[in-house]
């Protein structure tokens, strides 16, 4: 009787402990640091950023957009958008669904980004953002990133992406 009760408990137990234990990372997800593969920082919600695509003709042609806000630099700009170019490069065959953006201070849709981001006491200037085909601005990076996290991440997005 004793074997018996043990092989029903442990049965049991198969099917309960599973539930205990997705029921308690649910609740208290907060509490438990899991490794993330990106190497951006993911905004949660993402923005909108749909005043990016304000120089499309269609809405067939929006693609991702890799965005690059600047102040004003003039050496450093050009070095960033060099390595982002080399980026969209380094995609091969998914490079036609990814473009190269570089808003400085004087353009309007870097006044728009701004009052996107005004609310969140967020600094626009030197970064990098990725804005997927529906106007979602849902990562960004510091300029000093290394370009090869940027394509990682890219390619990832692209493999997974059913959209652009």
């Given at each position: 009787?004793?074997?018996?009760?043990?092989?029903?408990?442990?049965?049991?137990?198969?099917?309960?402990?599973?539930?205990?234990?997705?029921?308690?990372?649910?609740?208290?997800?907060?509490?438990?640091?899991?490794?993330?593969?990106?190497?951006?920082?993911?905004?949660?919600?993402s923005l909108d950023a749909r005043f990016l695509y304000t120089d499309m003709r269609d809405e067939?042609?929006?693609?991702?957009?890799?965005?690059?806000?600047?102040?004003?630099?003039?050496?450093?700009?050009?070095?960033?958008?060099?390595?982002?170019?080399?980026?969209?490069?380094?995609l091969g065959k998914d490079s036609n669904r990814v473009n190269v953006i570089l808003l400085s201070?004087?353009?309007?849709?870097?006044?728009?980004?701004?009052?996107?981001?005004?609310?969140?006491?967020?600094?626009?200037?030197?970064?990098?953002?990725?804005?997927?085909?529906?106007?979602?601005?849902?990562?960004?990076?510091?300029?000093?990133?290394?370009?090869?996290?940027?394509?990682?991440?890219?390619?990832?997005?692209?493999?997974?992406?059913?959209?652009?």
């Amino acid at each position: 009787m004793n074997k018996k009760n043990t092989i029903l408990f442990l049965l049991t137990m198969t099917f309960v402990l599973p539930l205990i234990a997705s029921g308690l990372l649910y609740y208290y997800h907060d509490h438990f640091r899991f490794k993330t593969i990106n190497h951006g920082i993911l905004l949660n919600p993402s923005l909108d950023a749909r005043f990016l695509y304000t120089d499309m003709r269609d809405e067939t042609e929006r693609t991702w957009r890799v965005v690059y806000t600047s102040d004003g630099c003039a050496e450093q700009c050009k070095k960033i958008e060099y390595q982002l170019q080399q980026v969209k490069k380094a995609l091969g065959k998914d490079s036609n669904r990814v473009n190269v953006i570089l808003l400085s201070h004087q353009d309007m849709r870097m006044k728009k980004l701004k009052n996107v981001f005004i609310r969140q006491n967020f600094v626009v200037q030197n970064k990098i953002y990725l804005v997927d085909p529906l106007g979602n601005l849902f990562m960004y990076y510091s300029s000093l990133v290394n370009p090869m996290d940027i394509l990682r991440d890219l390619k990832r997005v692209l493999e997974v992406s059913q959209i652009g």
